[in-house]
């Protein structure tokens, strides 16, 4: 039997149906329309996630207060018994060992009202939204602790495993700037992973060097290119990098062929690997 709300008349199938009688237009609205002993705790959240994301713009989507950039960051909505906090299918993933304690589902994280707000968590996914990356054929993150951990446990070429643990040791040495020590995940839309990249901090001078790989059943179908030149874009668009640059092995042609048509251009410097490229604005 279906219920008719008597403040709006909309019909819904359950009784009680949560809903917004009038739709709010602001998240000051939204968060004013609650009771009162929630505002609070909606505030707050709002709050971590905008100290995490500071110029993503605050919008109604969905009918649910949204950070937004570009596209839909992050949402979350009140509910009486919790807060729904919905960074998207794949965040839930990444984060599922951070997120054990809580109730999941698709795309969806339960904050129950008679718990203390994870604000670590929140502020950490809010800002892997803000830093997922998409192409038309790719995902592309930085990976979380657990995923670097598992990287490195699984790896057994001893080059590689180094390197993954100098990454994670930059990462927890700069907590504020993960992203600019992290190994970044590639990944097809359905998940399948098929490589990574890094960045290697950000120098003085504004200058960070980039460093990628693509697994071998992948290479040869422009995964790399397509990969490289979305993350240097998102990078040369943060006001403090100046430029990116990258080496490669003079005998590679393939990667010389990546940093070719993603722009770069050689500097006539060599570094460790070979002859070093750089990209600018």
């Known amino acids: 039997m279906s219920w008719i709300c008597p403040e709006c008349g909309r019909e819904f199938s359950k009784k009680n149906q949560d809903h917004y009688c009038v739709k709010p237009r602001t998240i000051d609205e939204y968060i004013a329309a609650q009771e009162e002993p929630l505002r609070p705790r909606l505030e707050r ?164 060097e980039i460093g990628y790989g693509i697994k071998e059943e992948y290479q040869g179908l422009g995964y790399a290119s397509e990969a490289v030149g979305a993350v240097c874009g998102w990078a040369l668009r943060i006001p403090e990098v100046t430029a990116v640059e990258a080496e490669t092995d003079p005998d590679n042609l393939a990667s010389k062929r990546v940093l070719e048509k993603c722009g770069f251009i050689a500097n006539g410097k060599t570094g460790e690997e070979g002859p070093r490229y750089t990209l600018t604005h």
């Not at 969806?108 to 803000?130: F, S």
């Not at 490195?152 to 040791?169: H, P, Q, S």
């Not at 040495?173 to 890094?198: F, S, V």
Request: proline share 5%.
């Open 45 to 208: 959240l709002r709050s971590v996630i905008r100290e995490a994301i500071p110029d993503a713009e605050e919008k109604i989507s969905w009918s649910m207060p949204t950070f937004w950039k570009g596209k839909n960051l992050i949402h979350f909505a009140a509910f009486k018994k919790h807060i729904g906090l919905y960074p998207g299918d794949e965040a839930v993933t990444v984060f599922a060992d951070k997120l054990a304690d809580f109730e999941v589902s698709k795309g969806t994280i339960r904050l129950p009202h008679d718990r203390e707000l994870p604000e670590e968590l929140i502020a950490e996914i809010a800002k892997w939204c803000y830093m997922m990356i998409k192409t038309e054929r790719l995902r592309i993150y930085p990976a979380a602790r657990s995923q670097m951990e598992a990287a490195i446990a699984g790896e057994t070429d001893e080059a590689l495993r180094a390197a993954y643990k100098e990454m994670l040791e930059g990462c927890l040495q700069n907590p504020d700037r993960w992203e600019w020590y992290a190994m970044w995940m590639i990944d097809l839309k359905d998940g399948t992973h098929i490589g990574d990249l890094c960045f290697k901090g950000i120098d003085p001078n504004g200058i960070t």
